[in-house]
């Protein structure tokens, strides 16, 4: 059973759905009969399609974190961006030409 403080326990549905709505750890489906969090794999072709095929690492691995909760290794962005055809070059992240 879930015992919520007693802060907590004062929360309207519309304060806690705004909270989660705006934390980044949280995403909902259009359905929101489920939430998922993106791989990350996702979060670099994502980023990448935002930046037009560029991208840099701090970004990156401040996206995330915002989802995770802990750093990505250079070594292991580098490797997830071989996967999406991209290449790790300096303190960036560039779609192959």
């Not at 759905?17 to 909902?28: E, G, I, P, Q, T």
């Amino acid at each position: 059973m879930l015992v919520l403080s007693a802060i907590h326990a004062t929360w309207t549905h519309e304060l806690t759905s705004y909270v989660l709505h705006h934390d980044a750890r949280f995403r909902s489906s259009q359905s929101w009969d489920s939430t998922r969090v993106p791989t990350r794999l996702e979060i670099v072709q994502e980023a990448l399609r935002k930046g037009d095929g560029r991208v840099s690492v701090d970004a990156l691995v401040a996206l995330v974190f915002a989802h995770y909760g802990e750093p990505m290794s250079r070594g292991s962005l580098g490797a997830v961006a071989m996967h999406v055809g991209a290449n790790l070059v300096g303190d960036w992240v560039l779609l192959k030409a």
